[in-house]
């Protein structure tokens, strides 16, 4: 049905905006924007098996009107329409700085608590967090209450790890904010070492 359609768009526009603008020959700005008339024109189909080609801008309105973690913004610039992720890039070609609002104070978070796997835990601990694949380290801005589903983490992480924002500021680790309210660190080099962590 219509739901499963618009879904379908979403979870499509996820990879393209985060993982696939290069490989794809995207122009891709450096905030993470591409028109929305320049994706209508890939050549790919989504998940329900309908082409890309055959949804129109209403649909992508609708889409990112419904994602559940408020995954992509719009902007409308010179009668243009424009689409970004708002986090959870592995593409190089968006700049934290651009894409990214940077936190200044601790004061202006109240929680900060990366969400992950017992079985990851161990290693965590050995070689901090790391960014692995994505351009960042994932934290979420508030707890999940009663399954909840939260910008920043998965629905299923049994490991909470918080961060401790004042030290990390202090010795000059940058943290962002992403437009849904996601806090994103390229730590140092890519890794967030656990003398950062303030609980587990
Ligand atoms: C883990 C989803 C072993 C890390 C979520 C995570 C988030 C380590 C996985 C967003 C490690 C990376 C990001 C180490 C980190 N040893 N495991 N040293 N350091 N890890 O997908 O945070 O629905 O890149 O804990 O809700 O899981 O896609 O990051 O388990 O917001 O919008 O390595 O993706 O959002 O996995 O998820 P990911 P993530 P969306």
Same mark, same amino acid.
């Given at each position: 049905g219509g739901k499963d359609k618009i879904d379908a768009l979403g979870r499509l526009l996820t990879r393209i905006l985060r993982h696939m603008a290069t490989e794809l020959n995207l122009n891709m700005r450096s905030d993470g924007y591409v028109k929305v008339e320049d994706l209508l024109k890939l050549n790919l189909k989504t998940?329900?098996?309908?082409?890309?080609?055959?949804?129109t801008v209403d649909d992508i309105k609708e889409a990112v009107r419904k994602d559940n973690k408020q995954r992509f913004s719009l902007l409308e610039e010179n009668g243009m329409l424009l689409i970004r992720a708002n986090q959870g890039h592995t =593409?190089?070609? =968006?700049e934290s700085e651009s894409l990214l609002k940077q936190i200044l104070?601790?004061?202006? =978070?109240?929680v900060c608590v990366h969400g992950t796997y017992k079985r990851n835990l161990e290693s965590i601990l050995e070689s901090g967090l790391k960014r692995m694949k994505r351009l960042h380290v994932h934290f979420s801005s508030g707890l999940p209450t009663d399954g909840e589903v939260i910008s920043?983490? @998965? @629905?299923? =992480?049994?490991i909470l790890i918080f961060l401790n924002v004042k030290k990390a500021l202090e010795e000059g680790m940058k943290l962002y904010i992403s437009d849904n309210k996601v806090i994103l660190t390229e730590g140092f080099d890519g890794v967030v070492p656990i003398k950062y962590f303030e609980k587990i």
């Open positions: 998940f329900a098996n309908i082409p890309l080609r055959s949804h =593409v190089t070609t =968006v104070s601790a004061d202006e =978070v109240q920043g983490m @998965r @629905r299923d =992480v049994n």
